[in-house]
């Protein structure tokens, strides 16, 4: 199982971008009323206002229709989401960001998210646009009985429950993995412009106080010669 979760992780990113959620994107789903949120975020800070963008849009879901089941991925979107709605979390994962993430890391999260019955899972995370931009991101994910209710997963041959099941726990682990990955170019693309913007903010205040610097210097060398000089004609 192990050898297996290794050989996988190589693959699964962009299988997990198109593939895994081709089943979810083809065919309609009931949503239900049971609804989950699995927010998708690090540990790791210093990217503008990905984690922050990340809240807001969680915040505003839970503003429009009440939230009661959540899992958090990553401190920060559970330090932002801990007041308004630390009651609805039902488990969280810390230690994310520090690594690349692995292909056991996402099964670990996919695990967590079926131990909890729900409707749909929606997969909040921050969609990878450019070097410049990223979009807050809901992946709706139905649940088994969801699929199960649809009849046209019945063109299939030999699918039965288990089938289904084993269906579904693979590939949410696929999206999750996805979505994490996602994150972490979201993260870093904003983290680059974050530290770029930095820089270029230290080097105009580095100009700005060398140039207040050099005036200050100038006064005091001017009024220093002035007074010598007064000094000077004072003793003549």
């Known amino acids: 199982k192990n050898h297996h979760r290794g050989r996988s992780s190589g693959i699964n990113a962009e299988y997990g971008g198109t593939g895994a959620e ?15 949120i699995l927010a998708i975020s690090s540990d790791r800070g210093l990217c503008g206002g990905v984690h922050s963008g990340l809240g807001k849009a969680i915040k505003a879901a839970h503003a429009e229709k009440p939230i009661t089941k959540t899992i958090i991925v990553g401190d920060k979107a559970k330090a932002i989401l801990q007041r308004t709605m630390g009651d609805t979390f039902l488990a969280t994962f810390n230690n ?15 695990e967590e998210v079926l131990s909890h019955e729900a ?19 809901t992946k709706p994910i139905p649940g088994v009985a969801s699929i199960e209710a649809n009849d046209a997963i019945y063109n299939y041959d030999e699918v039965d429950s288990e089938v ?32 770029e913007n930095a820089t270029r903010n230290a080097g105009e205040m580095i100009d700005k106080l060398t140039l207040a610097y050099n005036r200050t210097r100038q006064a005091v060398i001017t009024r220093e010669l002035i007074e010598i000089i007064s000094g000077a004609n004072a003793l003549e």
């Open 22 to 36: 081709s089943l979810y994107t083809k065919n309609e789903f009931e949503s239900g009323e049971d609804k989950l």
């Open 119 to 137: 409707d749909t899972v929606d997969i909040v995370y921050n969609k990878f646009i450019n070097v410049v931009s990223y979009d807050s991101t």
């Open 96 to 110: 994310v960001g520090k690594k690349p993430a692995s292909f056991t890391d996402a099964i670990n999260v996919a």
């Open 164 to 195: 289904l099941k084993c269906y579904q726990e693979f590939t949410l682990a696929n999206i999750v993995y996805h979505s994490i990955r996602e994150q972490e170019c979201s993260e870093q693309s904003a983290r680059m412009n974050a530290m």
